[in-house]
């Protein structure tokens, strides 16, 4: 994933202000006057100083000359993406607070009030929940009402354990310092999904507030595509936490395999009128190596993803990493691969004895699949060490 370059002039080089209200743009003509002049008429009720940043993504149809006409502060931004646009207004925006919103008049920038409020509380993120504010009938479409919000922001509070209702609403605000500081990077619609990770992974203070969903114009052709954006919503979600992706599923993999195997080892398995044999011992064998692996992955992500600044130091991780070294895991390894390999030097010992002649296929199975398997572990183990300590070349090891 590509880091996005902040602009040079950021807003602390302006005038500050109380509150910045970011909204991105692309070919918004019909409604970006109309969020304007809702966002002056939020501000003025609220009673702070504040502005108005349009965050332009490329708009060809005037939506820049119009925002500027009705008050806004435009920005440029050349880098297409809704991600894009909002974090080159978020940088240039000159608020200690930031209210983003989309351009396409379904949120109602004067109702402003009760997130500002809860920033002065101390929250660091205030989101806006449709749900709990009302959605109103053809705002959302109803597979995404019904299915894929629901899903998307489930599985986001099952895998981050964040009090975030409505995951993706587009209205929200926060502390412009707080938010800069999560080092934020997805360039699209999947910048919305980012912000609620990262800063639940930083303990930040999160609420909600109910909020609203209106109908956009009649004829305007929208720029979320529900199954491709879902997927990178749901992509992102995965990647920052490789417990749920690679640890939990590697673990259940490696321990199903493995009791199956010794279970399998000194015979053939009846259970009820179903005989469980080699051939449930090889799949036995193959599930133990997938679950080995995934563990594996699952220790080089999070240790990538903390030294890349995308998840936070984690104490168990950092230990359990300082007991693995290089010489460690070459040692393991090799002992594993021996053993697989004095496994399979028995196999051939004991077809020797029958003349290499027809074997005995239950027993000799019993031998070779658990040995193929502490073979292949065991360089999976060699292998790894060698990566682990790639990834650690800057550390002192010694």
């Known amino acids: 994933m590509q880091t996005y370059e902040l602009p040079a002039s950021a807003g602390a080089d302006e005038q500050a202000c109380d509150i910045s209200v970011v909204i991105p743009c692309l070919n918004e003509a019909e409604t970006i006057g109309t969020c304007v002049a809702k966002a002056r008429a939020g501000l003025e009720e609220i009673?702070?100083?504040?502005?108005?940043?349009?965050?332009?993504?490329?708009?060809?149809?005037?939506?820049?000359?119009?925002?500027?006409?009705?008050?806004?502060?435009?920005?440029?931004?050349?880098?297409?993406?809704?991600?894009?646009?909002?974090m080159a207004g978020i940088a240039d925006a000159r608020g200690r607070f930031v209210v983003m919103g989309d351009a396409d008049d379904t949120y109602d920038f004067s109702k402003l009030q009760s997130f500002v409020a809860a920033l002065e509380q101390g929250y660091d993120l205030?989101?806006?929940?449709?749900?709990?504010?009302?959605?109103?009938?053809?705002?959302?479409?109803?597979?995404n009402r019904l299915v894929g919000n629901p899903i998307l922001s489930g599985v986001g509070r099952l895998l981050f354990r964040s009090p975030v209702g409505d995951f993706h609403c587009g209205l929200r605000a926060f502390r412009r310092d707080s938010i800069l500081a999560l080092g934020l990077r997805s360039p699209g619609m999947e910048f919305a999904s980012e912000m609620v990770i990262k800063a639940t992974l930083a303990n930040y203070r999160i609420t909600e507030v109910p909020t609203t969903l209106s109908p956009g114009t009649e004829g305007r052709r929208p720029h979320l595509r529900p199954l491709r954006d879902g997927w990178r919503h749901l992509r992102l979600l995965l990647l920052y936490s490789p417990r749920w992706l690679f640890l939990y599923p590697g673990v259940a993999l490696f321990l199903a395999g493995l009791g199956s195997t010794i279970a399998l080892l000194p015979g053939p398995l009846k259970i009820g009128g179903v005989r469980f044999d080699v051939h449930t011992l090889l799949y036995a064998e193959t599930a133990t190596i997938l679950g080995f692996q995934l563990v594996v992955v699952a220790f080089f992500a999070k240790l990538f993803g903390i030294r890349q600044g995308l998840l936070r130091e984690n104490a168990r991780l950092t230990r359990l990493s300082g007991m693995v070294s290089l010489e460690r895991g070459l040692v393991l390894g090799a002992a594993l691969a021996l053993a697989g390999l004095a496994g399979s030097l028995y196999a051939i010992v004991d077809w020797g004895q029958r003349s290499f002649g027809a074997l005995n296929f239950d027993h000799t199975m019993r031998i070779a699949i658990p040995s193929a398997g502490l073979l292949v572990i065991g360089f999976q183990t060699i292998v790894a060490s060698f990566f682990l300590s790639f990834l650690r070349l800057d550390e002192d090891q010694t």
Do not use: K
Not at 58 to 72: F, I, K, N, Q
Not at 126 to 143: H, K, Q
């Open 47 to 86: 009673g702070l100083s504040g502005e108005i940043v349009v965050a332009d993504n490329g708009s060809t149809d005037g939506s820049r000359e119009l925002a500027t006409a009705a008050g806004a502060r435009v920005v440029e931004v050349p880098r297409r993406g809704y991600g894009a646009a909002l």
């Open 126 to 143: 205030v989101m806006g929940n449709r749900f709990a504010g009302g959605i109103a009938e053809g705002a959302m479409p109803r597979l």
